[in-house]
């Protein structure tokens, strides 16, 4: 007992000793340091501290050798440590072990680039001018042909590059028509992926091979993108299901052109006028969160509760007035037990996708204006009421279903827009709707993220009202033509969209090319104007107040788009408050 005594103070002594050497050389030093410098620190004084003791010799007295002891041992301690952190700085050693992973990264960025660099020469984007003479004095047919070699060289670059197209395509505040409508054919497809490759993902995922989750699993892919592929299933409990599983290396793949992304748009951030002008760098990181976002699908399993949600509670709470009511849209309910980061297990929907919908409806005479009208009321009540909505509407997310109702798939890529901006919107299309420039000037300020000066806004207001005589009189039908140039206007005041706004535009205009496929011709902007005038009226009925206090007008001397058209469906006066 006696000697394990001993044993713990002679322990406990050395580990005090480590440590006042290894905090004075630090503290006297001004170093952070990590552990195992700290204690290679205080051993070295330790050491000194017993060479220094036998060279004294037992002659020596008490006071003057732990003295001597200490001082030797504590400055041993330091120039250890100043050494030490000369040689092999802090952080260093860290460094060196995660070298060869970096060396690989490196590597692989270095080939991607380069790989990147062929397919732009290959379509001749070196002769693409800069984005800030994109409209100047090029014809139409000449931009055209860049914009043509713009996306052929985005789709073969793959899946990142193509997902930036379809962004890109919405803004028409950045590029002339030419690029937005040939940005607008981009579609992500690819081969599908090998099914042994698609087990084992499955196995990783799930925990056990797929023939121990599913009653039922078909091995043959019903399609493939570039980041995932479905497959049809049958659960346990013999339910149907739609299992979309993410190709195994979407991530790594993705992240390397993120990172390639983001390295070109700080340095055209940097060394370009166009690119400070436009916010590039803001654009792509924008774009690289939301890109990161739909490759967790378990984000995208939210999202489509969090849509099915609020639409059934929308229609609880506001049953339609329409005598003849438009059908519901379909949402698939998701599984949440089989539902991990790369797989998605959604309730199966029969019917046929949209390209094959309009022969179909008529072969059971369902009524195909309605069917585009449900849709274009879903999608606008995500944006204006519910405040996330479906950003990505084409064709191959939406079904006609057996049933006769619409079905709205994928809701990977959703926008969210705030209370204030859904406001500001549905001013927008109110005012648009009573043909008041006025109105439309408050309400695009509203959604803009900056003002101009007084004097300015007077001018914009002229600009805007010559704006709605040229492509909003009686008998013209608002095409893409019509937001060019209300982006153009935007622009040339220096004001700014937000990227919410943005997202806004290209699901109504990739949602506009959807419909068109069920009824040609069909005005998105005028049954939009009549989606807000309506909403609008709802509110202003009595007993419909959601109980938020009623939002003053900006001016004193007139009031927003919403009050004007409020007053108008109620024929009642209006007063400065609104």
């Known amino acids: 007992m006696t000697a394990f005594v001993i044993a713990l103070t002679a322990v406990g002594t050395i580990a005090l000793g480590l440590a006042v050497l290894g905090l004075g050389a630090r503290r006297l030093l001004g170093l952070r340091i990590g ?41 041993a301690a330091m120039i250890f440590l100043a050494l030490s952190e000369a040689v092999v700085p802090s952080g260093s050693v860290g460094g060196i072990v995660r070298w060869p992973r970096s060396v690989r990264r490196r590597v692989a960025r270095t080939q991607r680039f380069t790989e990147l660099s062929r397919i732009a020469l290959r379509h001749g984007l070196g ?41 890109l395509s919405t ?51 019903l399609a493939a993108g570039s980041v995932a592929q479905v497959h049809r299933a049958r659960l346990r409990d013999g339910r149907a299901v739609a299992v979309k599983v993410q190709r195994p290396r979407a991530r790594q793949v993705v992240e390397r052109d993120l990172d390639i992304l983001l390295r070109i748009a700080r340095r055209a951030g940097e060394r370009t006028a166009w690119g400070r002008s ?33 639409r059934q509670a929308e229609a609880g709470l506001h049953p339609s007035e329409d005598p003849a009511p438009r059908p519901a849209v379909g949402i698939p309910a998701v599984h949440d037990g089989p539902t991990t980061a790369r797989v998605l297990v959604v309730e199966w929907l029969d019917g046929v996708t949209l390209d094959r919908a309009a022969e179909s409806a008529d072969a059971r005479g369902v009524d195909r204006t309605a069917l585009a009208g449900a849709l274009l009321d879903c999608v606008l009540a995500q944006i204006m009421t519910d405040g996330v909505f479906h950003a990505d ?16 798939l994928d809701f990977g890529c959703v926008g969210r827009i705030d209370r204030v901006l859904r406001s500001a919107l549905r001013d927008l299309l109110v005012a648009i709707h009573r043909n008041d420039p006025q109105a439309l000037c408050d309400a695009l300020l509203e959604l803009v993220e900056h003002r101009p000066e007084p004097a300015d806004e007077n001018r914009l207001a002229r600009d805007l ?23 153009a206007l935007v622009t040339r005041y220096g004001l700014v969209v937000p990227g919410e706004i943005a997202a806004v535009f290209r699901s109504l205009s990739t949602l506009e090319v959807s419909l068109g ?14 989606f807000a005038a309506s909403q609008v009226r709802r509110k202003l009925t009595p007993g419909a107040s959601d109980g938020r206090p009623r939002r003053r007008c900006s001016r004193c001397c007139r009031c927003c788009a919403g009050c004007r058209a409020g007053w108008t469906a109620s024929r009642r006066p209006w007063s400065r408050d609104g």
């Not at 590039?280 to 990161?292: D, H, I, K, N, P």
């Not at 496929?517 to 009549?530: H, K, M, N, S, T």
């Open 393 to 408: 509407p084409h064709p191959g997310n939406i079904m006609l279903l057996d049933d006769g109702r619409p079905g709205l």
């Open 517 to 530: 496929l069920l009824v040609p011709d069909y005005d998105i902007i005028a049954e939009a104007r009549r």
């Open 35 to 75: 552990a195992l410098r700290f204690l290679l620190t205080g051993c070295t004084g330790l050491l000194t501290t017993g060479l220094v003791s036998s060279a004294m010799g037992p002659t020596a007295a008490g006071t003057v050798l732990v003295t001597v002891q200490v001082g030797s041992a504590l400055l």
């Open 465 to 487: 009202g010559r704006f709605m005589a040229r492509h909003l009189v009686p008998g013209t039908r608002p095409d893409r033509d019509m937001f060019a140039a209300l982006f």
């Open 171 to 221: 803004r028409y505040d950045l590029l002339p028509a030419e690029f937005i409508d040939e940005l607008s054919l981009l579609q992500c497809a690819a081969a599908a992926e090998p099914w042994d490759a698609v087990e084992q993902v499955l196995t990783e995922d799930l925990g056990a091979p797929p023939g121990e989750v599913f009653a039922e699993f078909d091995t043959v892919p």
């Open 278 to 310: 436009v916010g590039v760098t803001g654009l792509v990181r924008g774009f690289a969160a939301s890109l990161r976002e739909e490759l967790d699908f378990r984000t995208e399993a939210r999202n489509t509760r969090e849509v099915a949600a609020a």
């Open 127 to 167: 002769r693409l001018p800069r984005l800030s003479g994109l409209s100047g004095p090029a014809t139409s047919a000449t931009r055209t042909e860049h914009a043509r070699a713009l996306r052929t060289a985005f789709e073969e670059a793959g899946t990142t590059f193509v997902k930036l197209g379809q962004v």
